[in-house]
C-alpha cells in the first residue's frame, strides 16, 4: 500500500485497494447478472437480448464514472440506483422476457446471489482508509455482510422446502431489502455535495461515486433490490 504520508488536500484511492475491487466488482456484476439470465426459462433470444442489455447497462455506469459525472452531480447516483429498479418492475409486468426472469428463475438462486454482499467488506476497508463516513460504512457494510452470511442456509431452507421455510425466507428478504434501502439512504445522506445530507462527517468526498466503487450502487444495489422483489412476487405467487 503506498503512503501518503505529506500528501496534500485528500488522499488518493489505494492502487492496490482499487485493482482488487475493479477486478471483484466486475467479476461479481458479471457473475450475477449472467447467473439470474442462464438459470431462468428464456429462450435463446431472450437471454441474448437481456444479456446485451445488461452488458450495456454495466458499460454505461463504467464510463459515466470514469468521466466524473457521479462525483460532479450527486443526485444522478440516486438515478443510477432507482430507475433500473422502477424500470425492471414495471417491465416485469409488461415485458414476457423478465417476467419470466422474475418468476421462472428458481428462488434458491435469487436467494444466494446475495452472497456477493459480502462486497460490504470493502465499505469497512474504505471507512478505515479515511474515505468513507463511518455511519455509512459501518451500517451498509456490517448489514450486507450478514445477510450475505444468512443468505447461505436461507437458500438451501427453501431449496429442501423444510419446516417453515416460506417464513424464514420471507423474514430474510424483508431484512435484505431494508438493509439495501436504508443504505442507498444513508449514502445520499452522507455524501458530501448532496442536495438531501442530512449526516456530516469527515471523509474524503464522494468515494463511491469514483470507479470502480460505483459499480456497487449504478448496478449490483439495483440488481439486489430486482432480486429482492422478485423473491417476494415469487413468494406471494406460491401462497396464492
Partial sequence: LQGRIG?????????????????????????????????????????????????????????????????????????????????????????????????GTPLALLVVLHAGRLLGAFFL??????????????????GDIAVAALSLPVAWM?????????????????IGFIDLVAAVAIGLGSAPGSPVRFIFEASAPNTMATRPWMLIPGFLVPVYLLAHLAVFARIAARDR
Fill in 158 to 174: 427453501a431449496l429442501r422446502r423444510v419446516p417453515h421455510w416460506r417464513a424464514i425466507t420471507l423474514s430474510w428478504n424483508v
Fill in 125 to 142: 476497508v474504505l471507512h478505515t482508509d479515511g474515505r468513507l463516513p463511518a455511519t455509512f460504512a459501518r451500517s451498509a457494510g456490517w
Fill in 7 to 103: 500528501s496534500p488536500g485528500p488522499r488518493k484511492e489505494d492502487a492496490m485497494i482499487a485493482v482488487v475491487a475493479a477486478i471483484v466488482l466486475t467479476a461479481l456484476a458479471v457473475g450475477t447478472a449472467g447467473a439470474l439470465i442462464l438459470a431462468s426459462p428464456l429462450d435463446r433470444g431472450g437471454a441474448t437480448r437481456l444479456g446485451l442489455v445488461a452488458a450495456a447497462w454495466l458499460v454505461t455506469i463504467a464510463i459515466l464514472a470514469a468521466s466524473g459525472l457521479f462525483a460532479r452531480v450527486v443526485p444522478a447516483i440516486g438515478i443510477a440506483v432507482i430507475a433500473p429498479v422502477v424500470i425492471g418492475a414495471f417491465g416485469a409486468l409488461r415485458v414476457p422476457a423478465l417476467r419470466t426472469l422474475a418468476l
